[in-house]
């Protein structure tokens, strides 16, 4: 595989920017593309083109000489962003644009494999209601009724990326991931996700603290330490299956769990106080079966074990803003 060429687009995020690393560990020569740079730690790629992947000439440009691609650069955020619905407009056009020109102009270039990441967020709200038992099989997509402008973006793209694929003979890997999490991710400022804030919210309070929870804390999700999201993302790129397959963990807390697990973790004895906000749907877990099928892998690390390094990455940075 050394000496292959690949592009990470998003590598300025979360997820890209540990991705390059991962790469580029691996021996791979990586250009990374980002409308901006990374916040917390510059990815080691050996190329970093700032630039916007909703222009076409930037498309152009950043796919030339390059065997693979990994897109993972979108317009999203947190239940505050994606479930406000302030951001609907502008997350189906930023993203939609996105892909539509990765996939046109990395196909004139010669591109011969994508990986493109989809979301648990494409999953029909009606399966999601009972927080005990919710469905997400992968093969039950369909009829579609996400909950979010943001899931009917994601569902549009992963049937672009499925039609390059069938009509031009480009190889496509898509996965939806539930709810990845970690440390070098957003952590404040309104795009950040519920253990990021959660974990704030706690290193910013008192030993005996309060912090607010949005809803009453009962809607159950899982959470994807982000070392397992990257090892899962490298072996279904290794692997032939097309997809869509869901990365994610089978671990189901409620919020009001994870917010006590993080206070153990921080040593501290919150108190809880809910109030309204942006939710999403009811219950939602990962359901690994088709990728243990598939790849003979699927994640298998304790929720406490990420949780424990991400609160004490967003603590430091807590401390260093103070
Ligand atoms: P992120 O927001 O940290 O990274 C996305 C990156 O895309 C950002 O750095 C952003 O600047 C970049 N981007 C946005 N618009 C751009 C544009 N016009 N041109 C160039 N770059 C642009 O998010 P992430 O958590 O790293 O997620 C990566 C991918 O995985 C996204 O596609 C996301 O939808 C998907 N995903 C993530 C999760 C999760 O839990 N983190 C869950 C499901 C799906």
């Known amino acids: 595989?050394?000496?292959?060429?690949?592009?990470?687009?998003?590598?300025?995020?979360?997820?890209?920017?540990?991705?390059?690393?991962?790469?580029?560990?691996?021996?791979?020569?990586?250009?990374?593309?980002?409308?901006?740079?990374?916040?917390?730690?510059?990815?080691?790629?050996?190329?970093?083109?700032?630039?916007?992947?909703?222009?076409?000439?930037?498309?152009?440009?950043?796919v030339q000489g390059i065997d693979e691609v990994y897109q993972l650069a979108a317009d999203m955020g947190g239940a505050g962003y994606i479930f406000t619905g302030e951001h609907d407009a502008a997350v189906m056009h930023n993203s939609a644009t996105i892909n539509l020109n990765m996939l046109e102009y990395g196909r004139l270039a010669g591109i011969k494999k994508f990986f493109y990441s989809s979301?648990?967020?494409?999953?029909?709200?009606?399966?999601?209601?009972?927080?005990?038992?919710?469905?997400?099989?992968?093969d039950s997509a369909y009829?579609?009724?996400?909950?979010?402008?943001y899931g009917w973006e994601k569902l549009f793209s992963e049937r672009l990326y499925l039609s390059y694929y069938r009509n031009y003979g480009i190889q496509v890997r898509i996965?939806?991931?539930?709810?990845?999490?970690?440390?070098?991710?957003?952590?404040?400022?309104g795009k950040e996700k519920a253990p990021a804030a959660?974990?704030?919210?706690?290193?910013?309070?008192?030993?005996?603290?309060?912090?607010?929870?949005?809803?009453?804390?009962?809607?159950?999700?899982?959470?994807?330490?982000?070392?397992?999201c990257i090892e899962g993302v490298r072996r279904l790129m290794e692997s032939d299956f097309t997809g869509p397959v869901n990365i994610g963990s089978e671990e189901m807390v409620t919020i009001n769990g994870l917010a006590m697990m993080i206070s153990g973790i921080a040593g501290k004895n919150i108190t809880l106080r809910h109030i309204d906000g942006p939710l999403g749907v009811r219950?939602?877990?990962?359901?690994?079966?088709?990728?243990?099928?598939?790849?003979?892998?699927?994640?298998?690390?304790?929720?406490a074990e990420g949780l424990e390094k991400t609160y004490r990455w967003i603590e430091a940075q807590v401390r260093a803003r103070a």
């Open 283 to 303: 219950g939602r877990n990962s359901d690994n079966r088709l990728l243990a099928q598939k790849l003979g892998w699927a994640p298998s690390r304790p929720l």
């Open 198 to 228: 959660l974990c704030r919210k706690i290193a910013e309070a008192d030993r005996n603290g309060e912090i607010e929870i949005w809803g009453d804390g009962k809607q159950t999700r899982s959470f994807l330490y982000i070392d397992e």
């Open 143 to 149: 009829p579609a009724a996400p909950d979010s402008e």
């Open 119 to 138: 979301s648990a967020c494409i999953y029909p709200e009606y399966n999601q209601r009972d927080p005990d038992n919710p469905k997400c099989s992968e």
């Open 175 to 189: 996965t939806r991931f539930h709810n990845i999490f970690g440390p070098n991710g957003t952590w404040c400022g």
């Open 1 to 62: 595989m050394k000496n292959r060429s690949v592009l990470v687009a998003g590598a300025g995020g979360f997820i890209g920017g540990h991705l390059v690393k991962r790469l580029k560990d691996e021996g791979y020569w990586v250009r990374a593309v980002d409308i901006k740079e990374h916040e917390f730690a510059k990815p080691p790629a050996d190329e970093f083109i700032l630039g916007d992947l909703r222009e076409q000439d930037v498309v152009k440009k950043v």
